[in-house]
């Protein structure tokens, strides 16, 4: 009951963080919110569901445009678009540089995204240098990111390229992908514009998947990073694991490739305390050994004060 109680608070602080003003919350959800409210206030012991709902905290809770009245009727969950498998494709033998321009080539053309990309929007597919010795894996365009085509240049990616040049490197100097190669699709308002973001569903991340194995295998880097719950799923394993603090901190493995699994950006964006941003740096400081960075004692000592 308190797992599905953060991560339902969890995602509410992500959805206002983004800007997001009101959201529509499930008949199970607010049952549950029910249920906890009136167990803290004593008047009736907090009865577990029948079965929690996996997705308590996350697709539970749909964001919905703001202003409301005419959104009210949009406020419906997101809609769970029904996708084909991914479509076989074979890559090129030749250089790194051929073989990831006829992969952006594949995935720029492939009619299921452009079906999901609104008009105007792009497709993003990763950037960054094909032999970075790191990899950085994140969930899915943003609304900046669907409008300049590439992975975290919003706010979220602001933060990660301060992280990145925290640990003497350049944006450049390595290589950022997602798991998805679209914004993930809720109702839109007036004007067709897209207030909030979603995660994505598993189906919709399954037939991204194969796009960012395929960039995974060309850049071969030494050490990937995976930013968030949706990544590290992606990368580990559907189910896997059930809270991200399972798995935070820890070094996992990706096809034989040290994985480390730390926090999305977006949650240091919403809490950005000392605390928190520690973590995430010493997350990142196992990372930089890994890759045989130098470490300094300065980089050492980054975010010790509480
Ligand atoms: N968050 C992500 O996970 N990826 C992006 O590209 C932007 C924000």
Redesign the pocket.
Known sequence: MHAALTILTDELRRLKAQGVKNVSISPDSVATLRRVVQARKGTQPAAAPAAEPASAGRLAVTAVREPAPAAKAESAPAPEPKLPPPPPFTLPEGTKEERMAALRTIVLNDPECAKHVRPGKKI?VGVGTLDAKIMFV?????AE?EVQGE??V?P??QLLTKMIQGMGLKREGVYIG?IMNWRPELPVGAGGVQYGNRAPTVEEMSYCLPYLRAQLAIVNPDVIVA??AT?AQGLLGFGTFKTLGEVRGRWKDFEGKPLMVTY?P?YILREPTNKKKRMIWEDLLMVMERAGLPVSEKQRGYFLDK
């Open positions: 993003v994140g969930e899915a365009p943003g990111e992975p975290f919003g979220a990616g997602n930013l968030g990544a999305h977006s």
